[in-house]
Structure formats: structure tokens, C-alpha cells
């Protein structure tokens, strides 16, 4: 059982835990992930580790109800526990030798981003974060990016906070401006990671993304997570989940990442319902 | 007056119809008396052939002549003597190409049933001894033990047995390995395993689920930091292999890795799972071994209407346990044999809408002996099918060997043990599929026993 021992929402759909789990903590690296289950008879979930403190032995996930798991997930408070938590798994981000990059967040994939951009600032390298939110109130995580970035620059698709835009308009511009990065890490929805891979091999920019198929293990027993890279099948539990964004098949991995949508949406409102009953007794 | 019948006695089953839709256990198991009749049908003969043919040479005579007096409970410490597992071994052993097949009752006439005794003798022995084994004072020694499937649980066991510290690290966040992972409720059924897995937390053994070793610690660190004098890996081989054709990334197409995970540790045949399971109508499942028959009928039981093996080889080279092939007929499971998948083709969103196959025929013996398909010209034929199952192998996953240096394995991934069980590296020991790739339970037993054998003896002299 792993103890909760910190809760705070970030927006009404994000929120963050820190768990203790010291033998996790202690070997954590940024670009890794755990995998979770909520209780005895929870589905296994992969969530990437958005910060480690190996003197608490703690370790902090971020996540957005999306499905049953994670609703259940938020169901639990402060002090509660979770069954199961399993990590680090899938290999760290390269950061090294590093000297200016641009790291790309897509809504709660910022979560993920945090933990590289800040590693690419401790190393010494020039840090631009640009991330990207539907509007003003799901913003999360702006102070924690400032801190650790040279330049930070928010788009919101309708304007409400930063400029209105894609983040893909604002890296074009940076590109534009005459900045030079030895790599771009973009971090987000499938269909942002796709763009903004478009974009960098225009420019002849190296570019990491950060896959998240569906999930079993996370130790390259099941195949599920399976991706075509370079026209090669890839685990990402085990190969990943970082990849040469200019390799990756995101047709196929979006067509996969559907496979279970209509049961995920029943298994979302069965948990509302189951929640909502344990309300109401 | 030994029973000279030629047949041996039924063990009686649900019914295909039935249990086609259903996740209960297949085989119902002897009653008593069918027991002391079958096993009255043993000759007791001199040169125990049954005994060479069996991987950890239990005593079968002895044992069968126990089992003959009625005297249960003493078949069952014979068995014990070199079994670990006798409930699971009785129920999963390939009998026919083991002891069986050595049986001189079958020269003329069906051998001895060995298995379904040696299964009637471990659950009478669960279901009437409820006592649990206590904790042997301790010898002040730590070991560690990577994976909990048959080998690691062996080795655990016997090294508790004899005063060790013992702390097995599992991945998964259950302990039995492909027992509770891989290997079907219907064929085996979960609480055997759980009630293994109680005995060896009785003798002292700490089980330490959601350990990934090579990520969560690594070996060194074990040894180093975490004071484990030895270790011992029986990590097994879980690393699925895919043919490598067209459409093999489409929705619709499982690792039977996957299938039968979701399915037996994820538990999603059932209604309140919370983990999603593809409820195909039509299905193919490409091997032939007990992997890929799990797999057909475990699909079977979720509702499909037509499930196919579809194997490259004949009917004699299915590597498959007889008896499983026997069922998954019974049940209704179409075998496409002589057949080999090119292709996987794709339908709407992606779903896998059919699958391209070629006729094949037997030609020369390869290296394996085993006569060597080659595809017949012009036979492509498309199998009508929304889901298919990849079962054609698996090898040990590369994790441990990358993250412990100096540890050497084979270049298909198997880490390279001597006939003790120890690796390249000093104090660590392997065994069962981490060693063999996908092999046996009762040869990963076997190998868990022997390291554990080898490793009291390295400490003990230390
Ligand atoms: C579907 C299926 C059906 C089968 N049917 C039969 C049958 O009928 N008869 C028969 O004799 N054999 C059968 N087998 C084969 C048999 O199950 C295996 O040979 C046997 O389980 C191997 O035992 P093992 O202990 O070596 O490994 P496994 O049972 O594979 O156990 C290995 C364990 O190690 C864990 N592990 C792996 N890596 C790590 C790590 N880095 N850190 C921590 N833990 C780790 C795994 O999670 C797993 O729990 C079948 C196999 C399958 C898949
Ligand atoms: S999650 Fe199972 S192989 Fe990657």
C-alpha cells in the first residue's frame, strides 16, 4: 500500500498527488513513469513522474480525469492509500550535452515537461518552454515553468491566457527569430507532438517526443504498447517512452490509442455513478 | 491383483457446451475410488521407467501404491519429496512425452494416468490439511529471489525450508508468474496458486510485489547495499515475439501476452473488471503450443463464434499439451493446420478485418527434426476474422541482463547457467524460462530446486 501524502487540485481536471514511495524515489529520473492501481480490483495505468524527492521518499504524479481509473484515482484524499505503484519504469530523457533547447507542453503533458525542462536548467542549458492550454482556467503549473526556464511563453487556443494560438505558431516564431536549439522535447496530446514534428523537421531540428499508449506492465511482457518507429515496432514501455519524434508513426499510434474509447467512457460514468451513490449513503 | 484394465479410468469433465462459455475449471478430478482403482492399474515394476521419464524423478511407484492402499496423505509426502507443486504440476505437466509415455501399461493399452493421480493426490492433501508450515528459526543468511513464477517459488521455498531470509521481488503486483498471468482459471485455477504462495509467507518468505529488478534495484544494489549473499532469477521469458507481417499494429491484434493478462490477472472476463477486453466474434490465433490454445479458448469463453488455430506445421507437431488440443476441439475451436498468416488486413478505424494466409506443406527435416513447412504456390486464402492473437513464442526479457554487468547471456537473450544454476556472476544463480526460454513448469520447478540446492551449499561452506 502506498501512502497519499499531499493532494492539490491545479485545475478543475488536473490534479496532483505525492506519494510516498521511497525505493521508487530514490532511483527516479526525469522522462520516466510509474504505473498504478487505485485498488484490489483497479486497472493498471501509466502516469509519467512530474517530480522525486529521494530525501522524503516521495514521488509526484499529476493526471486529468479522464476515464474510471483516474476518477476513482481522485476520489481518494490526503493520508488514504493506493494499492500498487510500480516504477521507475521506460528510460529517462537524454539531456546531456544539451546547451539550448525548446521544450514543448500540451495541456496536462506539462505535468511531464516540468520535470525535463527543470533538468535541462539544472545542467546549465538555455531553457524556452512554450506550452499550450485550452483557455486561462486550465493553466497549470506557470510558476514551476518560470523558474526554471529562460523564456516561457503561454498560447491559449481561445486567448484567455498568453497570446491565441497553437504552440506550434510560437515555436515558428521563435524559429523565425533566428533561435537556434540543439533539440526540441514536445510533450502533449498525440495530435500537438505530431505538429509540432512537422514543424522541426521543416527546420531540421531534432525533436523527442513522449509517447503514452495503453498500457499493461511497463515491462515489455504484454506488446500492447507496441509503436512503429522508423519502421520498426517499438515497446514503448521499455524502448520509450522518448522517441525521435521525426520517426514516429502518430497515425497509428492515435488509431490504437482509440481501442478501448467506448468502454473507457462507460467505465468513467459507471465510477461517477458508483461515486456519487457513495455520496448520497 | 493389479487392475489390468486397458484404459484408464475417465476423469470426469464439464461439459464442452458448457464449459465453452465459461471460466470454470475443465477437469473435475478423480473421486477416491476412481483414484485407487486407476492407480491399482500400476505394475510396480523394477525398472521405474515412468520415474526416468519424469524432469524431477518423483517416486512415481512409490507414490501410485500409496495411492492404491488409500493411503492419501502418505502418496502425498512422497510426491513432496521432489514436487514443490503438486496441485499445479498434476494439472499443467505435458504427461504424455513424461512419465506416461514411458509406462510399459502403455505398450498395449493406455499408461497409467500419473498425472490426474498425482492431481488427485495434491488436492486431497489441500483440501484436508489446512494446517500451515511454520517458520523454520532463522540461519541468519539472505537471499533474494527475482519473479515469482514456478522457479522462483521453488527456490524460495526450499531456501526457507532450510532457515534462509528469503525476499522475492515480483514486477507484477501479484505473485505466480505465468501461473496467474499466463495460464487459464479453467485450467488452473487461481486459488491452487494463492494457496502456494500461503505457504511459502508461512515459512517466512517476504514477497515483495511491484519490484521491477533492473529498475525499481538492481541486482548490485541488492547484493551491495541491500546485504542478499545470493541471488537467484527467475525472471522467466515474457518478452512476446510477432511474426513481423503486415497489419500487425492494428486494433484488434493481441500479444497472447496480452490476451490472457487481461484476462487472468486483470480479471476482464468478468462484468465488474475494470480493465477493457476486445469481445471479438471471430477469431484467429496464430501457434500451435498450450500459449496458443489458452489463448483460442480463453477467447471461446468470451463470446467469439468462431475462434481458429492457425499453425504452419501438422497436427502431430503441435507442440500443445494432447490433452489441451484435445479440449480446445472438444469445445468446438477450429484448427486450421498447414496454414501460415502473411498479412493482416485492415478495416474501419483501424480494426483488423481479416487475415491473408497461405497452405503450406510438410518437406524435408530441419535441423529441429521437425519436417520443414514450405508455402504452396498460389494457395492465399483470406480467413474471415475481426481479432487476431499472436501465440508463436516468447524469449526472456532483455531488462536484467542490460542492468547487471558481467552477466552473460545467449544471444536469443538466455542468460548462459551452469548445470547448478549459477551464472557468469559470482553468487547469482538462474533457472526455468530465464534460462531455457519458454519451457515447462515443472522443468522451472525443477531448475528452482536445483539452485536452491547449490546455493545452501555455496553459503553454507563460506
Ligand atoms: C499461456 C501459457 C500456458 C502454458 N501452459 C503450460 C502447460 O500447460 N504446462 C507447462 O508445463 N508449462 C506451460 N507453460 C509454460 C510455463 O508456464 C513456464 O515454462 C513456467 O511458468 C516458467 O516458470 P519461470 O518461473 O521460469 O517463469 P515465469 O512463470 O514466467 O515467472 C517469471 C516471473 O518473473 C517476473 N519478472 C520478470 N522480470 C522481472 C524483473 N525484472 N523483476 C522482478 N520480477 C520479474 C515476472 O513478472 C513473472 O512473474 C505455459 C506458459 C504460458 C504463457
Ligand atoms: S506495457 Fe506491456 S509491453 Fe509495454
Redesign the interface.
Known sequence: MYKIVCKESLNPTVTKMVIEAPAIAKKAQPGQFIILRVDEEGERIPLTIADYDAAKGTVTIIYQIVGGTTKLLDSKQQGEYISDFVGPLGKPTETEGRKKVAVIGGGVGCAIALPVAKKFHDIGAEVHSVVGFRNKDLVILQNEFEACSDKYIIMSDDGSAGEKGLVTDALKKLIESGEQYDEVIAIGPLIMMKFVCKLTKEYGIKTTVSMNPIMIDGTGMCGGCRLTVGGEVKFACVDGPDFDGHLVDFDEAMERGSMYKDFERHAYEETCNLLNKQVEC | MANMSLKKNEMPHQDPKVRARNFNEVALGYTPEQAVDEAQRCLGCKNRSCVAGCPVKIDIPEFLAFVAKGEFEEAYNIISRQSSLPAVCGRVCPQESQCESKCVRGIKGEPVAIGRLERFVADYHNANCKELPAKPESNGHKVAVIGSGPAGLTCAGDLAKKGYDVTVFE???VAGGVLVYGIPEFRLPKAIVAKEIETLKALGVDIR????VG???SIDELMKEEGFEAVFIGSGA???K?M?IEG????GV??A??FL??INL??AYRD?????I?RAKKVAVCGGGNVAMDAARSALRLGAEEVYIVYRRGESELPARAEEVEHAKEEGIIFKLLTNPTRILKGE??MVCGMECVEMTLGEPDASGRRRPVVKEGSEFVLDVDCVIMAIGTSP???IKSTTEGLDTERWGGIIADEDGLTSRENVYAGGDAVTGAATVILAMGAGKTAASAIDKKLMNK
Open positions: 514486477a507484477f503486483h510485489t511491484n519490484y521491477v529498475r525499481t534495484i515474457g518478452l512476446p510477432f513481423g500487425e499494429n492494428l486494433k493481441y500479444s501476452n496480452e493478462t487481461r486483470m480479471k465488474d473488471s475494470k480493465t477493457p476486445y478505424n483501424g526479457n532483455p531488462l
